[in-house]
């Protein structure tokens, strides 16, 4: 039987990628995104090539679309057998002019966008018998580090949402996979130029999947970059400021996908 993936975040970064490695092996994607357009060529390239996709047009962060676009994926497929949030976005965090409505933007999209996505599909899941959940979050949820804070607050949310739910879905017949990259080559990224360690979206995308098949929970790469931020966590807060103190703050750029 084939397979059905959801795919959140499909027009660009790593769920984009995502899209182009899994259509090839058979898969049925339904791909979620802001922006229709990318969407759509996305899915005319994979059903031109023999596969088969649907876009749908869906902003995590309006539970409203995540609830529609779910529905969508089940009325056309019948079912969704693995789900990647990949949607989210980047804004840098100025700590002297902070603004609420600016963190709560990255709030929206990049945790609770994910938790509209759990409620949706949680159901779906446990009524077919079984699934995979996996959500992209990063290793910058490690630490927080100047200039992207809110960010990285985000991230380190999701990561302890996913640690707190996983033991107890997976008696339900539910897996989650929380995915922890470095730097990634992608639109949100592209500002930031030359970053440590950082690799192709396409080759995140391979390494993903491949550990999603060995059934992996928790997905940190990098190995590099994981052992730089596992130190970073330990640090004493004393030393950890004197080096977050002579880091340039990344600008992020902010991306919808």
């Known amino acids: 039987m084939k397979q059905i993936v959801f795919i959140t975040g499909a027009s660009s970064g790593i769920g984009y990628a995502l899209a182009r490695e899994l259509a090839p092996k058979g898969y049925a994607l339904a791909l979620a995104a802001r922006r229709t357009d990318l969407l759509e060529a996305l899915c005319e390239e994979i059903c031109q090539a023999g596969g088969e996709a649907i876009a749908l047009t869906c902003d995590v962060g309006d539970q409203a679309q995540v609830k529609q ?19 989210g976005i980047g804004a840098p965090t100025n700590a002297a002019e902070f603004k609420a409505e600016k963190f709560e933007r990255l709030l929206q999209t990049n945790l609770m966008g994910v938790a509209f ?75 930031f130029g030359k970053m440590p360690f950082m690799i192709e979206a396409d080759e995140a995308a391979r390494l993903i999947l491949r550990r999603l098949e060995q059934g992996d929970r928790v997905i940190r790469f990098p190995l590099a ?11 004493p807060v004393s030393l950890f400021d004197k080096i977050a103190a002579k880091r340039r703050p990344v600008k992020t750029q902010t991306i919808n996908n």
């Open 69 to 87: 676009a779910v529905a969508e994926t089940i009325a056309r497929f019948g079912r969704i057998d693995l789900a990647i949030l990949s949607a």
């Open 225 to 235: 970059a994981s052992a730089f931020m596992k130190l970073m966590r330990i640090l």
């Open 117 to 191: 996505c759990l409620e949706e599909l949680l159901p779906v899941m446990r009524r077919q018998g079984g699934g995979t959940i996996a959500a992209i979050s990063s290793l910058a949820g490690d630490r927080g580090f100047p200039g992207s804070a809110g960010y990285c607050a985000t991230k380190a949310a999701l990561s302890t949402l996913f640690d707190g739910l996983r033991v107890e879905l997976k008696t339900h017949g539910v897996r989650l996979v929380t995915i922890e990259p470095g730097y990634v080559k992608t639109p949100m990224t592209e500002s």
